[in-house]
Each structure stands twice: as C-alpha cells, then as structure tokens.
C-alpha cells in the first residue's frame, strides 16, 4: 500500500497550509500525521482522520474522503516549519507517506 | 508521564549485529503494542516490525524479514530491536513507538528519542 505526499508546501505566516496524502480508498482507513522538526522524534498531531492529540494546538485539523486525506494548518506559525508524515495502516504495517516539508516563508 | 528511553548511538562494521533497547515507563507495558522504525537519512519513516509485550508474539517487514529481531522483556519493561548482518544502507535513525490502541485506528503516540546506527569498516 502506498501513500502520496507532495514533497514541499510554502506558506505565508497566517495564511492556511494544506497539506495532501493520497492512497487508494484511503477515505476507508484511517489515517494519523506526524509533526517532526530536524533533529526531534516525530510527534502525533492529528489521529483518526480529524482527532486532534491533547496539546495540539487547534490550528490543526484533518480530513479525510475519497483516496485523499488532507492535514490543514491554520493560521500558520513560524514554529509549524516542519516535515509532515501521513499514515495509515496496511494490515499490522504501519505505511507512511514520503513526507512533506512545511516551508514557512 | 510516558516515556520511551533508547540506548545510545552504535557504530558496527557491515556484516556485525546491533542491539538497540527501548526502556518504557509511565504506563502498563504490556497493554500495548511496540512498533520500530527506520529513518535513513534524510529520508522517511518505514516500518520494521512489532511486538505484543503481552505474549511476545511478533511481525515483520518484508524488507527486514530474516534480518530483525524483536523482543519484550516484561520483567523490565524494555523491547528490543536486532539487526543483523548490517550494511551500508542500514545507517540510520531507529525509532521505538507505542501504538495508542489494540483496536481500530491506532496511531504511534508515544516515541522513544532515536537511537543512530553508523555502520562502517
């Protein structure tokens, strides 16, 4: 099973950045991002499509339909820069996208 | 407070086997699964294998079949990550991970904080 993300988005600060994983009937399963900033562990900000992690701020939100889920981040800050791991489940294998680099320019 | 602590960072030559432990604590071991992960790097998150600390029963990526090694040591509360007969190729960050549920729609909502391997001659 393989997922697909594009490999950078560039955001203004404050603007929305949206963020796209793509798999067959992904809108069947679902599907968790990962935050990770160099040099860090990746850290859970979204579970479930759309449940947001104690402690993540509300700018985060999912969704997820169709083969596309989307991971969106409003209001972005300076310390959104980051690279942004969908995945979901693939029987007991967890399946990650390629990833994608936040650019907050 | 849960936490996931990884032995440090291992040098081997191509052709050794590393060990990489992940001491667990601030929740029931044993209630949920231990995934690990590879990063290479510069590169993305793959998937390795997993244990149920439970039985110790355990899966495997394709990829990494004959090669890993996963184990869970109830007694310590610590998993367990072998890879043999390293290469070049296998340089990179490993992580351990908590799967949040048994259930359906499980997420990694615990990370241990990387251990590096450099495999080197």
């Known amino acids: 099973y393989e997922l697909t993300q594009p490999p950078s988005v560039s955001v203004s600060p404050g603007q929305t950045a949206s963020i796209t994983c793509s798999g067959d009937?992904?809108?069947?399963?679902?599907v968790s991002w990962y935050q990770q900033k160099p040099g860090q562990s990746p850290v859970l900000v979204m579970y479930?499509?759309?449940k947001r992690p104690s402690g993540i701020p509300e700018r985060f939100s999912g969704s997820n339909s169709g083969n596309t889920a989307t991971l969106t981040i409003s209001g972005t800050q300076a310390m959104d820069e980051a690279d942004y791991y969908c995945?979901?489940?693939?029987?007991?294998?967890?399946?990650f996208g390629a990833g994608t680099k936040v650019n907050v320019l | 407070e849960v936490q996931l602590l990884q032995s440090g960072a291992e040098v081997r030559k191509p052709g050794a086997t590393v060990k990489i432990s992940c001491k667990v604590s601030?929740?029931?071991?044993?209630?949920?699964?231990m995934h690990w992960l590879q990063q290479a790097p510069g590169k993305g998150l793959e998937f390795m294998g997993l244990?149920?600390?439970?039985?110790?029963?355990?899966f495997y990526a394709e990829k990494f079949q004959g090669r890993v090694t996963i184990t869970a040591d109830k007694s310590t509360d610590t998993a367990y990550m072998d890879l043999s007969s390293l290469r070049s190729e296998d340089t990179a960050l490993y992580f351990c991970?908590?799967?949040?549920?048994?259930?359906?729609?499980?997420?990694?909502?615990?990370w241990g904080q990387g251990t590096l391997v450099t495999v080197s001659s």
């Open positions: 991970a908590r799967v949040s549920t048994r259930g359906v729609g499980g997420a990694y909502d615990y």
């Open positions: 601030g929740y029931t071991f044993t209630d949920y699964y």
């Open positions: 244990v149920d600390p439970e039985d110790g029963q355990t």
């Open positions: 009937k992904l809108g069947d399963k679902y």
């Open positions: 479930q499509d759309t």
């Open positions: 995945q979901a489940w693939a029987g007991a294998t967890g399946v």
